[in-house]
């Protein structure tokens, strides 16, 4: 049976954050899609109005590193987003013990990663949710990505105890500190903790709590000064941390080359103010230095 007139259901590809994402095939294109069925719950008639009007704009984003949201539409009482179809996604890559990645490869997905992101803030989207298993490898190695713009329209994934464990970790100090008002600096803090898990292949900062996270982030770049983070005291949930150092970026990624190492220490800026922005990290010498990105079609991918 079709869904919609046009979609035929083949298996469940997995259970996300809000809800369940199934392989289908399009008819009309002969495309295999990915359908993600997003349960609407109590909010229904609240949502659909703001939601499908915000879901209009995603649909006309058009960029080769952000995955392309081909229909929505209501069904059943879910919403349901169907997507281009992707073969695996960066955390697998990261993952997979028989793949070798070069400096020039690890250079080249972290710049498809920035470059998608860049288009988002161009837009004035925040991500907020950014991960290696968000962003989604397609056949030809091109990185995009996904569930952009999801987080401000179905609320901030989380609700759910396994995804919260792992979206903790690529936080940035003002969200574990309770901001209330936040921008793109949240994303750019995310992007460099997926730079640090590229580079060392294990993720940067693993707090198994938010008070642990900060405790994390500290232990390894130092408790913040105020003159580095004036307003910090500020924040809402605010609590004094035992004052500890910054150890050496060399030593918090050993394989890093100077210009990586100069690049991941601007994206893990305190101040959120200060902090690098996603397209001045694209102008870093990082990108135009050597090894150059490796051609995305030449990428290693899991078998
Ligand atoms: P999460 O909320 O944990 O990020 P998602 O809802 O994004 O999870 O996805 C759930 C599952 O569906 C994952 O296994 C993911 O790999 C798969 N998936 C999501 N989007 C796509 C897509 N466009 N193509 C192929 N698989 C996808």
């Known amino acids: ?18 809800g369940v994402v199934y392989k289908a095939i399009d008819t009309k294109t002969g495309q295999t899609v990915a359908i993600k069925k997003i349960r609407l719950g109590k909010q229904k008639e609240g949502v659909n109005f703001t939601a499908l009007r915000e879901i209009k704009l995603l649909k006309e984003i058009r960029d080769p590193n ?10 059943k009482g879910n919403l349901h987003l169907v997507f281009e179809f992707m073969e695996t996604d960066l955390e697998a890559v990261i993952r997979d013990p028989n793949i070798f990645l070069s400096p020039g490869d690890i250079k080249s997905y972290f ?9 988002c803030h161009k837009k004035w989207v925040l991500h907020r949710d950014m991960k290696p298993n ?20 179905f609320g901030s994934p989380g609700r759910k105890f396994t995804h919260q464990v792992f979206a903790r970790w690529y936080r940035a100090p003002e969200l574990l500190f309770g901001a209330k008002q936040y921008g793109a600096g949240v994303d750019v803090w995310a992007a460099g903790c997926i730079f640090a898990e590229l580079l060392n292949r294990r993720p940067f900062l693993q707090g198994d709590s938010d008070i642990d996270q900060l405790g994390k982030i500290f ?4 408790t913040p000064t105020h003159s580095q983070w004036p307003d910090l005291e500020w924040l809402p949930d605010f609590v004094e941390y035992s004052s500890q150092i910054a150890q050496p970026w060399r030593k918090l990624c050993p394989t890093a080359s100077d210009d990586a190492l100069d690049l991941l220490s ?16 694209l102008e870093h010498r990082y990108f135009t230095s050597v090894p150059l990105p490796t051609d995305p ?7």
């Not at 952000?66 to 069904?75: N, S, V, W």
């Not at 968000?134 to 329209?153: C, H, P, Y």
């Not at 601007?266 to 990290?281: C, E, G, H, L, W």
């Open 1 to 18: 049976k079709k869904v919609a007139d046009r979609y035929l259901k083949r298996e469940i590809l997995g259970e996300g954050t809000y």
């Open 66 to 75: 952000i995955i392309e949201l081909i229909d929505a539409f209501p069904h």
């Open 111 to 119: 710049q498809m990663t920035l470059k998608g992101l860049a288009v």
């Open 134 to 153: 968000n962003l989604l490898i397609g056949s030809n190695g091109q990185l995009k990505l996904a569930d952009f713009g999801l987080a401000r329209l």
């Open 219 to 222: 232990q390894k770049l130092g």
């Open 266 to 281: 601007k994206m893990f800026t305190y101040d959120p103010r200060v902090r690098i922005s996603v397209q001045q990290a």
């Open 297 to 303: 079609a030449k990428l290693p991918r899991p078998a």
